[in-house]
């Protein structure tokens, strides 16, 4: 065998592919949407204006030839020539060796012998005599594995030689465009520029979600979240605002805080996720019960599991939360679960506060707006607004109510409130209705829209609220 010149007829074009312009565009529907059929600007890659291409978020112009081209490439152009070199050897290393294997590899042979020798076994049940064949077979079976041993042995240590003369190549260090240490070109900065503003996830998104977690200590960034479920990568600044594909403009967040962001693109969240702990329900429209007709149903979440009393611990010892007025770290946190409320009291000031018991991810962060946050602190405030009812969550001072006093004056009740005072539906503007609560239920009375029947509208309002 030449091996000298071993790896000359290999051809690299055998395992670097070359990607499919209309498969690429297939893949993803963003795509769609940005692809032209001329250019109206040259391409921001090799300047020409020829053939169809599409628009990158910044709306500059790429050819099809060089979005071609673009999509194969993972890492800057030396790091790049140096993996696909490193490929081309490894895989040519690889047919070489077959070949190798294919001339000199060792075949096992049948021993015949040995098959011959067990039968005649039976033979010594008949004549005793015959045990001398039997020996005779066993001893000239023997004598055709140590052949083969032998024969295997100095296939092993021609093998080994070979693999001594020719080793496998070594993996080369890659550095991705986003490495500070990379070593970029001129051209490498306009691919990273094309990078920055795919219509889509970039061809080495992996690697900047994994450097953006790393980043973000695997951690959802909104403060006092636990993080319990898949955590995503969100855009500041969203793609279809000119925002790029860098990691000043990205953030960790778990699946229940991005489902709160309100960009185009987030619908795809709502209704895919399902826990133990919530649902998120896309929005839909829903038939009337008690008449004809359908309503439209908000995305809402529906919680199934609430924060615990350990859960909370779990999160002040992580969070290391402290009261707002004096610093000290000691509160005590009490749940009710009867109605549903969560209390801190500061054991320093007395200060304390109430709340809603809701989802861990819900009350986590809300504590941390509340109270003081010592460590752990996020770089991403939720966005409660696209909740339905952003008050339920919100705590409200106890102390204050305590340190008012009693005042003389009669207080207002249900039963003295005239009938021109009452709540309006904050939806639909419709009188309300006082809704109790049937024996055996555990909640508390609430003003109900009075056309909830009719019209399926879901307004309502908390008592102490009117």
Known sequence: MDSANWHVSFNPEKFLSRVNLDKLIEHNEAYNENEVAQGNAPCILCSSKQGPGILLNDKSYLCRSCFSEVSTIQYPQVYEDAKRKHLREKESRRIALEEFTNKFGYVKEGNPAQVFAWLSIFLVLIDIKLIVVTGVLFLVSSTMDATQEKKRDAWLRLKEEWEVGFPKPATPVLRHFHDPLAHLTERDRKILKIFNNWPGYPPFWNYLREVVLSRDGNRCQVSGCPSRVTLHVHHKIPVAKGGEHIPDN??????????????????????????????????????????????????????????????????????????????????????????????????????????????TEETGPRLAELLKVSKNKGSWNARWEMLSSRTDGVFSSLSAAKRTGNTGKKKQTIRNIKPEEKPLCPKCGSPMKLVMPKPGQQWDRFWGCTKYWSTGCKGSRNLENC
Not at 332 to 341: A, G, T
Request: with cysteine.
């Open 250 to 359: 990205l953030v960790s967040l778990c699946d229940f805080h991005h489902a709160l962001e309100p960009d185009e693109g987030h619908e795809r969240i709502w209704g895919s996720i399902k826990t133990r702990y919530f649902t998120i329900v896309r929005g839909h429209e829903r038939s009337n019960s008690a008449s004809l007709g359908t309503h439209h149903v908000r995305p809402h979440i529906r919680r199934l599991e609430l924060m615990r009393l350990d859960e909370l611990k779990d999160l002040t010892r992580i969070y290391g939360f402290a009261c707002p007025k004096c610093g000290s770290s000691k509160l005590l946190f009490s749940l009710d679960s009867r109605k549903n409320k969560l209390r801190v009291k500061c054991k320093n000031c007395d200060e304390s506060w109430e709340g809603r018991q809701q989802l």
